[in-house]
């Protein structure tokens, strides 16, 4: 059984609905996670190059690829629900192009306000403007349809990186 989600009502007396999976949830598991799997990838390179056992960057390349891609996903639907600048939308991608990057940058949205405790477009909330927003709040509507959507993107994502080869090429 499907429950609906519980609302509150905000200081101006609009209600909005309140997810489980927040966007500061699910930011900050990600950014985490990918953190986590920095740290794995670059174990899995020093066992490589170091030790000459490269079983794991196969496995550890591939966690992380999946995380990284992941988390860029997140940080588009993120940046739309809290309404960021370009710039920091942006910056929020490119944290996960440098080792152990996001943890800090989501810590600096948290800090900043800029992670909310519910999703801005779900049931209840504010009437979504544009293609962008129409998008995300039929996905917010639609939760475990969404959940599936993302996870064949995100798969679909990697097959094709996959196909295309590693960075810098065959090794």
Do not use: C
Not at 97 to 113: D, M, N, Q, W, Y
Request: glycine fraction near 10%.
């Amino acid at each position: 059984m499907v429950r609906p989600e519980p609302s509150t009502v905000s200081p101006a007396g609009q209600t909005s609905s309140v997810s489980k999976l927040s966007p500061k949830k699910l930011y900050g598991f990600l950014a985490a996670a990918e953190m986590v799997t920095w740290a794995l990838l670059i174990f899995a390179m020093v066992m490589k190059y170091g030790f000459e056992q490269p079983a794991f960057v196969r496995i550890f390349g591939m966690m992380h690829g999946v995380v990284f891609i992941s988390y860029g996903l997140v940080t588009i639907f993120v940046w739309v629900n809290e309404r960021w600048s370009v710039g920091r939308g942006i910056a929020g991608i490119a944290t996960a192009i440098i080792p152990f990057a996001t943890l800090p940058f989501e810590r600096s949205v948290l800090k900043r306000g800029l992670l909310s405790d519910s999703w801005r477009l779900a049931q209840g909330g504010d009437t979504p403007v544009g293609v962008i927003e129409t998008i995300q709040a039929t996905a917010l509507r639609r939760p475990w349809l969404s959940a599936i959507v993302g996870v064949v993107l995100v798969a679909a994502i990697t097959t094709v990186l996959l196909i295309i080869g590693p960075p810098g090429g065959p090794r």
